[in-house]
C-alpha cells in the first residue's frame, strides 16, 4: 500500500511496515485532552447519545496535568477512514473547549 506523505500516512506505514494487517478490522483509538473532568465527560456524554458504537474512556494524565477522553471505534484502518473520523472529533471536540492528541490502535 502507498500512504500520503503526512503524519497519519507515516503512522499506517509504520503499522504496515511492522506487520499489521490493515486489510482487517482493528480497534483504532482516538485520543482528546480536556482541562476539567467535566468538560471530557460532556463530550463522552454527547458521543453515547449520536453513535453509541463509540467506546468512551475518561482518565486523568499526570503529565501534562489534562483529562483524557480516549475514543474507541473498530473499522478497517485506511487513510480516508481515519482522516474522516479525525476531522469529524475535531468539529466535537472544539464544541467542548478540549483538542484532539492523535490516534493509535489497540494491538
Known amino acids: 500500500m502507498n500512504f500520503p506523505k503526512d503524519e497519519t500516512g507515516k503512522v499506517l506505514f509504520e503499522m504496515q511496515k511492522a506487520g499489521i494487517d490493515l486489510t482487517i478490522m482493528h480497534t483504532i483509538v482516538f485520543f482528546h485532552l480536556f482541562e476539567t473532568q467535566e468538560k471530557a465527560q ?3 456524554a454527547h458521543l453515547a447519545e449520536i453513535a453509541p458504537d463509540i ?10 496535568k489534562a483529562w483524557d477522553l480516549d475514543c474507541a471505534i473498530k ?3 485506511l487513510y480516508d477512514v481515519i482522516i474522516a473520523q479525525e476531522a ?3 468539529q466535537i471536540v472544539t464544541q467542548f473547549n478540549g483538542y484532539t492528541d ?3 490502535i489497540e494491538a
Open 42 to 44: 460532556a463530550m463522552a
Open 55 to 64: 467506546i468512551c474512556d475518561v482518565h486523568i494524565n499526570e503529565d501534562p
Open 75 to 77: 473499522v478497517i484502518p
Open 88 to 90: 469529524q472529533f475535531e
Open 102 to 104: 492523535g490516534w493509535g
